[in-house]
């Protein structure tokens, strides 16, 4: 055993902490379609235990792995024979994972806030920071925030969503959520700022008091909240759900896979070992369960945005076939409203469009089944960055993400606003 590897080891077992010693994240460009099916083939080599950030899709777009260290040198001289040319995008994740538990720890030794006010939106929380953020904004503004708990997780945590209302019953609402992928903690992170963001802007932004005035926000910040307890407990690197599958040793199903549009088709895996896989069947996890059943007793949701990380982009149906979505052209004009108004701010720049147009072919996903069910405003965003960090998002661009990323929120919100009945 090397010297990285007893580190590793040593660090698991004090910790019980997956580490990251040594890996690195390549950024993989291929020239040509034969370049692209060898990295789909062996991004398939289970003995590498490779972690696909952004898939092999196309000859166009590039391809980011994060290689663990023992595989490292193998895939570095399986590319280079193929004359397949990549750059390391992460030299050290372990690094970079140490940085970001440092941050966490420092602003921790700070106290537990008393109020939203006191909440750090600059860094990132844990899952129960995040319970009890809900709470003080639910005590602070109970006139305008209720709690809802749509249901209970695998595990047995709630699902909490938060309500903003000024009054009516089944009023027209609009659906925000985050946190369905566990690792991507920039987007839970956004949604706190969002949260707030309406409570202090309620009365005093005409937008967006004009849309609380005639519509409810609904917002789950923590989608897959056993995922992301174990992100923070265990494995920073953790994707899906943690339901363990049966006649496999690998947990979890990827919860942006198991809802019913196209379930089954091409766009996901039925390999329980793999990050897209599905489910043994449609709304098989309580987390999405739960958002369904919601959905369908409500009946009244005009706009659902699910917000994920990361590649930068501004996505609506379809996903799993590309048949054109039968509101195209205006989804097409309000996601390039939306990312022209995001960009307004620090230049930020996303591409937008369906997502099998746009990033590849996902079967089973939240919008397809959203659209499906009649909620024509049906978005799904990937917020920063393009690769640099990926899903390790340093804690300085939480609030410059969430901020610009408000400004799209806005347009899709307002949008829909006004032409809803």
């Known amino acids: 055993m090397n010297g990285l590897c007893i580190v590793a080891a040593l660090l698991v077992a004090v910790f019980g902490k997956d580490t990251f ?6 950024r993989i ?22 972690d696909i950030w952004r898939e092999p899709t196309d000859v166009a777009s590039p391809v980011d792995i994060r290689v663990p260290f023992h ?16 750059s390391v995008m992460i030299k050290d994740l372990q690094a970079l994972l140490v940085e970001e538990q440092e941050r966490m720890k420092a602003a921790a030794r700070a106290g537990e806030p008393r109020t939203t006010d006191d909440h750090d939106y600059t860094n990132y929380h844990t899952l129960s920071e995040i319970y009890s953020f809900q709470d003080m904004l639910v005590a602070e503004n109970p006139k305008l925030v209720s709690k809802l708990v749509i249901g209970q997780s695998y595990e047995g945590r709630p699902l909490n969503v938060l309500k903003f209302s000024t009054g009516g019953d089944n009023r027209p609402a609009i659906w925000i959520d985050t946190g369905i992928h566990a690792r991507e903690w920039i987007t839970p992170a956004s949604g706190a700022w969002f949260a707030k963001k309406i409570v202090t802007d309620y009365g005093r932004d005409p937008g967006l008091t004009a849309i609380l005035n005639r519509m409810d926000i609904l917002m789950e910040l923590v989608v897959n909240p056993d995922g992301y307890y174990y992100t923070h407990t265990s494995n920073r690197m953790w994707r899906k759900t943690r339901k363990p599958n049966p006649d496999s040793s690998c947990v979890g199903v990827d919860p942006n896979r198991n809802w019913d549009a196209g379930f089954g088709t091409a766009g996901s895996s039925d390999n329980p070992c793999s990050e897209t896989y599905r489910g043994p069947s449609a709304h098989s996890e309580p987390e999405i369960k739960a958002i369904v059943d919601f959905v369908k007793s409500h009946a009244n949701l005009k706009a659902f945005v699910s ?10 149906p379809y996903g799993y076939t590309n048949i054109p979505a039968k509101d195209q052209a205006e989804l097409h004009e309000l996601a390039r409203k939306a990312i022209t108004d995001l960009a307004s701010l620090y230049g930020t720049s996303y591409t937008y469009g ?3 147009d746009t990033i590849y072919q996902a079967s089973g996903n939240t919008v397809d089944w959203t659209y499906n069910q009649g909620i024509k405003y049906s978005y799904t965003f990937e917020l920063r ?7 390790i998002l340093p804690a300085n661009q939480i609030l410059p993400t969430a901020e610009e990323t408000w400004l799209a929120l806005m347009a899709i919100m307002e949008h829909t606003n006004k032409n809803t009945m």
């Open 21 to 26: 010693e040594g890996d690195q994240v390549l």
């Open 385 to 391: 960055d393009t690769g640099r960090y990926g899903f």
């Open 29 to 50: 460009t291929v020239r040509d379609e034969d370049q692209l099916h060898r990295v789909q083939s062996l991004s398939e080599v289970e003995r590498f235990q490779l």
């Open 354 to 356: 369906s997502i099998i």
């Open 307 to 316: 917000i994920h990380s990361y590649s930068q982009m501004l996505l609506y």
């Open 71 to 86: 595989s490292l040198q193998a895939v570095k001289d399986y590319l280079e024979t193929q004359d397949i040319q990549y």
